[in-house]
């Protein structure tokens, strides 16, 4: 089952303004069901099947010189030196080929392609699915939405999550942390991400986490810049302005899907879900990331932080776009307080004129604009 994805219209307009897409993303977030559906007509590889790979090492522009049409390479990552190739090939055909290229790991993506494709390749990422993405979401209550997760296969196939993301994380997380630092104590990686699990919505603190995990806190800066490369971990970065007040500097703690951090967690059900003690920092995570996805769906880069000053007044996501500012308070309950508006009107009296519209994300079912704050339950985002 194809489940329509929100990006294709900006995967489409790109592979019309440049010889090379590049889409990446999480594992499994739907890159390549994305990129054959769209080009069907393509010839498609992928890298991680290990004959194809030697083809393109030994010989990589016979390789490429077969698609006379362009073709989609799958997990390109796995060969970077055919980069390079594809930089010739495409200076010498611009208008004849268009090469579609995925990859799960944007470290080592990225930089290759910044090095070898720079103004040749449009870049977008793919994230798991946002809310509209979700078939009958009105259907699931919020716990299930967030038990479930949304990677697309649980959504597709009705896969049960708690099994599916424990083979998500023994088949891609755990091989791809083995081939990217060598973990040698593996049960002490596990502890470690179970333990950043349990921090979502926390300010990072590598330190604290290094004594509880018995590991450097080299080692725990290591381990989460990988994760970060590899979209398992998101650190949302604290906003900074000239007033006159001490910020906070460290960035807040997420996962880029919930529903593999409810599994880190031990939450097997909707129900242990409802009654946890971090069910509204896992609310937060969800609606964090469906802002970053909206972004990444157009094409753009996301522009979001946090604001916390030394007295912990805290805004949970500030979208910046241009000179203005746009707050975001998000709640897990199902009923509204006036007392939620308070953090957004004091941050709109501190940055005045910058502010225009306000936004409180919650779990009722009242839609209104309250104190200029527009009212939203999550799934109307």
Request: glycine share 4%.
């Given at each position: 089952?194809?489940?329509?994805?929100?990006?294709?219209?900006?995967?489409?307009?790109?592979?019309?303004?440049?010889?090379?897409?590049?889409?990446?993303?999480?594992?499994?977030?739907?890159?390549?069901?994305?990129?054959?559906?769209?080009?069907?007509?393509?010839?498609?590889?992928?890298?991680?099947?290990?004959?194809?790979?030697?083809?393109?090492?030994?010989?990589?522009?016979?390789?490429?010189?077969?698609?006379?049409?362009?073709?989609?390479?799958?997990?390109?990552?796995?060969?970077?030196?055919?980069?390079?190739?594809?930089?010739?090939?495409?200076?010498?055909?611009?208008?004849?080929?268009?090469?579609?290229?995925?990859?799960?790991?944007?470290?080592?993506?990225?930089?290759?392609?910044?090095?070898?494709?720079?103004?040749?390749?449009?870049?977008?990422?793919?994230?798991?699915?946002?809310?509209?993405?979700?078939?009958?979401?009105?259907?699931?209550?919020?716990?299930?939405?967030?038990?479930?997760?949304?990677?697309?296969?649980?959504?597709?196939?009705?896969?049960?999550?708690?099994?599916?993301?424990?083979?998500?994380?023994?088949?891609?997380?755990?091989?791809?942390?083995?081939?990217?630092?060598?973990?040698?104590?593996?049960?002490?990686?596990?502890?470690?991400i179970r333990i950043c699990a349990g921090r979502i919505g926390n300010l990072f603190n590598a330190s604290a986490i290094a004594d509880e995990t018995g590991v450097s806190v080299k080692t725990?800066?290591?381990?989460?810049?990988?994760?970060?490369?590899?979209?398992?971990?998101?650190?949302?970065?604290?906003?900074?302005?000239?007033?006159?007040?001490?910020?906070?500097?460290?960035?807040?703690?997420?996962?880029?899907?919930?529903?593999?951090?409810?599994?880190?967690?031990?939450?097997?059900?909707?129900?242990?879900?409802?009654?946890?003690?971090?069910?509204?920092?896992?609310?937060?995570?969800?609606?964090?990331?469906?802002?970053?996805?909206?972004?990444?769906?157009?094409?753009?880069?996301?522009?979001?932080y946090f604001y916390r000053d030394s007295h912990h007044f805290e805004i949970d996501a500030i979208q910046k776009k241009g000179n203005e500012l746009i707050p975001y308070e998000i709640k897990?309950?199902?009923?509204?307080?006036?007392?939620?508006?308070?953090?957004?009107?004091?941050?709109?009296?501190?940055?005045?004129?910058?502010?225009?519209?306000?936004?409180?994300?919650?779990?009722?079912?009242?839609?209104?604009?309250?104190?200029?704050?527009?009212?939203?339950?999550?799934?109307?985002?």
């Amino acid at each position: 089952m194809y489940l329509r994805r929100i990006i294709e219209k900006e995967v489409l307009a790109m592979s019309k303004d440049y010889p090379v897409v590049t889409i990446t993303g999480p594992r499994q977030s739907g890159k390549t069901t994305l990129a054959k559906h769209l080009f069907n007509k393509l010839p498609y590889h992928s890298f991680e099947n290990p004959d194809t790979r030697l083809l393109a090492e030994t010989d990589p522009r016979a390789f490429l010189n077969q698609f006379d049409k362009g073709a989609v390479l799958d997990e390109i990552q796995h060969v970077p030196q055919l980069l390079s190739y594809l930089q010739q090939i495409v200076d010498e055909h611009r208008n004849e080929r268009l090469f579609i290229l995925t990859g799960s790991n944007q470290f080592s993506l990225l930089d290759n392609i910044s090095q070898s494709l720079a103004g040749r390749t449009a870049i977008l990422k793919l994230l798991p699915l946002s809310f509209t993405e979700i078939p009958d979401i009105k259907k699931l209550s919020t716990d299930e939405i967030m038990y479930r997760g949304f990677y697309p296969a649980i959504h597709a196939y009705h896969l049960n999550p708690t099994k599916t993301y424990r083979n998500y994380y023994e088949t891609y997380l755990e091989r791809d942390m083995r081939q990217l630092i060598h973990v040698r104590e593996l049960s002490l990686f596990q502890k470690f991400i179970r333990i950043c699990a349990g921090r979502i919505g926390n300010l990072f603190n590598a330190s604290a986490i290094a004594d509880e995990t018995g590991v450097s806190v080299k080692t725990i800066q290591s381990w989460v810049s990988i994760l970060e490369a590899s979209y398992v971990i998101k650190r949302l970065q604290p906003y900074h302005e000239n007033i006159n007040k001490r910020l906070i500097k460290s960035p807040k703690l997420y996962f880029y899907d919930v529903g593999l951090a409810v599994y880190l967690l031990g939450i097997e059900d909707p129900i242990q879900l409802e009654r946890d003690p971090l069910r509204g920092a896992i609310f937060e995570n969800m609606m964090i990331m469906e802002l970053i996805k909206r972004r990444f769906n157009q094409g753009l880069d996301p522009n979001l932080y946090f604001y916390r000053d030394s007295h912990h007044f805290e805004i949970d996501a500030i979208q910046k776009k241009g000179n203005e500012l746009i707050p975001y308070e998000i709640k897990s309950a199902q009923t509204f307080h006036p007392g939620f508006l308070k953090g957004l009107n004091r941050f709109k009296k501190l940055f005045r004129e910058r502010v225009t519209d306000m936004y409180l994300i919650y779990d009722g079912e009242m839609q209104s604009i309250i104190q200029d704050v527009h009212l939203l339950n999550f799934r109307s985002l």
